[in-house]
């Protein structure tokens, strides 16, 4: 290793230590700064939560200049500013929010020299005033955030995004370090190809994120179980709930709201000023629920969001990995929670029928949603098979799914697939699933009788079991493509292809045991959720719940989200430590020395308050 590197590696190490108060990289990250600092360009695949910022800080702050990064999400700079300044950092912002002249100050502190970190928008970097300013400019690197949104396939595709390339041609010398957290080979290339980075070194890290719980439960009072599995294990977190429906939102929102949660609703539909609100306060305060569409969610980079839910089937595994990845960036445990259930599967096969779609785009479709169903339905672990999904052959069984928690009993299926098969042949395919269901199970209905069903061989052919069982068998029959719904004629269930040698006897099908939900049993102590708190003692818990609320004040007067203050994280290992001077301090995780200057002294002070 040469001199030069040896210094800068030491350098990256020192400010990481100093400035950031984290006493080693994590992952590839060493690597990536190193390669960065260096010269080269880079292109980071890492989870959400795996620590990209720090890849493009650090090498910003080794080498000489300023470091641009580029960035879609303009609501969330002036939070990653004010972040940077807590640190010590100078840094600062250009985009439509600012008046000129704040705009011209910052131009002007840009051309002296002034700031390590500048964030742009990408439309903003392209104006022809601001490629000059920076050609007027010492430049240290571009970094590319979410360089996903080049992807005109992705739902986050943003149109200004292709023009980065230009960057390359302007700016030959400079590197480029872009960074994503979605997974997909697809998007990957097209960042490759769009941005020019043919030659650029690729840091792939694996796309586990262990901290989180994955749970599938079976829906049978969606929004009820939803209120039990927070109450019970999330009474006093913050976390997000998807919706399929902006309607879905807004209800969903309102009863968790009238059963005593502090929940707020997200949607593209609401007005933009409430909207924004709602998500400033998300990020700002402790322990608020957002039900929110798809549209909230990218950059949300709040760390201590404890659980992800889904009341609605998402529509590729994809999209379920990047919206529950929204949970646990600070690596504390959290929890993936999904209700599923017939009406899902039968919803968004429907959605994609009667999409506009030309029918290459709806074959995709399909498959990405029998991906996703096949997660829902798996009878092995759900990480393994996720990872398997992208590319990450051959885990172990994690021992952190409902899964590997509590395995499904599976049993030979055969027989109750072939009666629910027949029975849906003998009426002739032109029945939804409530009457097939009736029939099977012997119930004469008015409609049973009217259309004579009760004189058919199969009624009643099933009546040994619930219609709970049965929608759980009829769920995991469609899931695995033998029966299909017919959404242009009244939702009648129609036999396929594949269904034919199981009726024959051909082909036998394992299914899992239909297990009645329960629910979950509440946490002993009181309405903590001790889900993370658990292993701190008395005394740590009383601490680190005095530093929740000074760090509530010290939010508040220094108007900022908590987390820019200390992450959850941080102050819980001021809990344990109970650090009794400044020195103690400073070897806590996430304590940097503009924050031991700022702080230091609050702290030791409260902690020798309450430890007498
Ligand atoms: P990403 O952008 O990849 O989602 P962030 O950059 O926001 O992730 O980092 C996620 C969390 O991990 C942040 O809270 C960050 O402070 C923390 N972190 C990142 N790198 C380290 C490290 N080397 N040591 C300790 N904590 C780290
Ligand atoms: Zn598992």
Not at 85 to 113: H, K, P
Not at 216 to 228: H, M, P, T, W
Not at 545 to 564: F, G, I, S
């Amino acid at each position: 290793m040469s001199e030069l590197v040896q210094e800068q590696q030491g350098k990256a190490l020192h400010i990481l230590e100093t400035v950031f108060g984290y006493s080693s990289f994590r992952g590839q990250q060493a690597d990536i700064v190193q390669h960065v600092v260096q010269g080269g360009d880079a292109l980071v695949l890492m989870p959400t939560g795996g620590g990209k910022s720090l890849c493009y800080q650090v090498p910003a702050l080794v080498r000489d200049g300023v470091g641009v990064v580029v960035s879609p999400l303009i609501a969330l700079m002036q939070d990653q500013v004010d972040a940077l300044a807590e640190v010590g950092v100078r840094a600062a912002f250009l985009n439509s929010t600012q008046t000129f002249d704040e705009a011209m100050q910052i131009e002007r502190r840009v051309r002296s020299g002034d700031i390590d970190l500048l964030y742009v928008a990408p439309e903003r970097l392209m104006t022809p005033r601001c490629l000059e300013l920076l050609e007027a400019a010492h430049i240290a690197l571009f970094a590319i955030d979410e360089a996903h949104c080049v992807s005109q396939w992705g739902h986050d595709f943003r149109p200004e995004y292709i023009k980065l390339s230009v960057l390359h041609e302007r700016f030959p010398n400079v590197p480029r370090i872009a960074l994503t957290a979605t997974a997909d080979q697809q998007t990957r290339e097209e960042i490759i190809h769009r941005l020019q980075l043919e030659d650029a070194r690729q840091f792939v890290s694996s796309f586990d994120r262990p901290n989180i719980r994955y749970q599938i439960v079976e829906k049978a009072n969606g929004r009820k179980q939803l209120l039990d599995f927070i109450e019970s294990e999330h009474a006093d977190d913050a976390g997000v709930v998807y919706c399929l429906s902006r309607k879905k939102v807004e209800e969903t929102a309102e009863f968790l709201k009238q059963s005593g949660i502090n929940a707020l609703p997200y949607h593209a539909g609401m007005d933009y000023a409430k909207r924004t609100a709602n998500q400033a306060r998300f990020l700002r305060e402790d322990k608020i629920v957002m039900v929110a569409t798809i549209a909230f969610g990218m950059g949300i980079d709040k760390p201590d969001v404890r659980f992800v839910a889904h009341l609605d089937l998402p529509k590729s595994i994809e999209g379920y990995y990047q919206e529950t990845g929204r949970a646990g960036r600070d690596g504390l445990p959290a929890n993936a929670w999904m209700a599923y259930g017939l009406q899902d599967v039968v919803q968004q096969r429907r959605m994609i029928s009667e999409s506009e779609a030309d029918e290459t785009f709806k074959r995709v479709l399909g498959v990405k949603l029998d991906a996703m169903l096949g997660l829902c339905e798996t009878l092995h672990c759900r990480r393994v098979r996720l990872l398997d999904y992208f590319g990450q052959h051959g885990q172990q069984a994690c021992g952190n799914c409902d899964i590997c928690l509590t395995p499904p009993v599976s049993f030979d299926g055969t027989l109750m697939a072939q009666k629910l098969l027949s029975t849906v042949y003998r009426v002739e395919q032109r029945f939804a699933a409530g009457h097939v269901l009736d029939v099977l199970r012997g119930i004469d209905g008015e409609r049973v009788k009217q259309w004579r069903h009760d004189q058919l061989s199969v009624f009643g052919i099933g009546s040994e079991y619930g219609e709970a069982e049965w929608r759980a068998v009829l769920r995991q029959v469609i899931a695995l493509g033998l029966l299909t719904v017919d959404h242009e004629n009244y939702s009648s269930l129609k036999l396929t292809e594949e269904a034919k040698p199981v009726l024959r006897g051909e082909q036998k099908i394992q299914l899992r045991q239909y297990q009645k939900p329960v629910k979950p049993k509440r946490s002993s102590s009181s309405s903590k959720s001790n889900y993370v708190e658990t292993d701190l003692s008395t005394e740590e818990q009383t601490i680190f719940d005095k530093l929740r609320w000074w760090r509530v004040e010290t939010a508040r007067k220094h108007n900022v989200p908590a987390y820019v203050i200390f992450h959850d994280a941080t102050m819980r290992e001021i809990a344990k430590a109970k650090p009794s001077s400044l020195d103690d301090l400073r070897g806590v995780t996430g304590v940097g020395e503009k924050k031991l200057e700022t702080y230091g002294a609050e702290i030791i002070s409260l902690i020798r308050e309450i430890s007498g």
